[in-house]
């Protein structure tokens, strides 16, 4: 199969191309969210201001400058799903950022979770393709158990409550099927999202600092073949999360 064919080799275009454009003022750490309405509000906090950017064929790529207890964190939107994630942390870390925050929302698969609750994912069912050319094939993949620990210490300081848990990494959330929920529940997990198994191997593979959390959306409702996008239970302002992202950055400061 193609998706065993993991080469720990260098590839013929790198991150640390000089031809990949952009640059800027870099910080330690850099939380990226896939909620843009997080990078939106953000932007509107009296301070902050653009600190550099990448490029593709969409645009700039930028992020911000945010500054807390006498931090400079770095704060940008991550493009959503496996190869866009992944490649946006190549080339920031290539860029100089040491500690990568990400932060996102989820879906249930064990309705016994509510909503708005913190996920952090120990482990992943890799579901996506872009983890194996990170690391070799298997059905899931493990957290790094030194950064697991470091995110989870941080969030028992600040009386975070949190879960630590598996998730099902996909790409096609359109193909969630009853039965294939049934087996992944099977396997351990309770949520699913787009990118931890991904993120998760290219950390391994990079030696990269990740720091990762979700917070919980929908649930998908395996006994009754639908989707509860649960929009009345999600009472939680957006910036609540982003405020858990910059608890565990100045943690990490320290």
């Not at 899931?140 to 470091?150: C, P, R």
């Not at 992944?184 to 198994?197: F, Y």
Request: glycine letters at 8%; charged letters at 25%.
């Amino acid at each position: 199969m193609l998706l065993e064919e993991f080469e720990n080799v260098s590839a013929v275009i790198e991150p640390t191309n000089q031809s990949i454009g952009g640059g800027g003022e870099i910080c330690d750490t850099i939380i990226l969210s896939f909620n843009g309405e997080i990078v939106e509000r953000v932007k509107q906090i009296d301070g902050v201001y653009e600190g550099g950017y990448l490029t593709n064929l969409n645009g700039k790529l930028p992020w911000y400058i945010y500054e807390k207890d006498g931090f400079k964190l770095a704060v940008a939107v991550i493009g959503i799903g496996a190869p866009m994630a992944v490649g946006l942390l190549e080339e920031l870390k290539a860029k100089g950022f040491n500690n990568f925050i990400v932060l996102g929302s989820c879906g249930v698969l064990d309705q016994s979770i509510q909503a708005d609750k913190i996920i952090l994912p120990s482990s992943a069912l890799r579901d996506e393709g872009t983890s194996y050319h990170y690391a070799p094939a298997s059905d899931e993949i493990s957290y790094d158990e030194t950064l697991l620990s470091t995110m989870e210490n941080a969030l028992n300081k600040a009386g975070i409550e949190h879960i630590r848990t598996k998730s099902w990494t996909t790409d096609a959330f359109y193909r969630e099927t009853a039965a294939k929920v049934k087996r992944r529940l099977a396997a351990g997990a309770k949520v699913v999202d787009m990118e931890a198994s991904a993120i998760m191997a290219w950390a391994q593979y990079r030696q990269a600092k990740v720091y990762q959390f979700f917070y919980t959306a929908d649930y998908v409702d395996h006994h009754n073949h639908e989707w509860d996008d649960r929009r009345k239970e999600r009472k939680a302002d957006a910036m609540t999360f982003f405020d858990i992202a910059v608890c565990i950055a100045l943690e990490l400061e320290k």
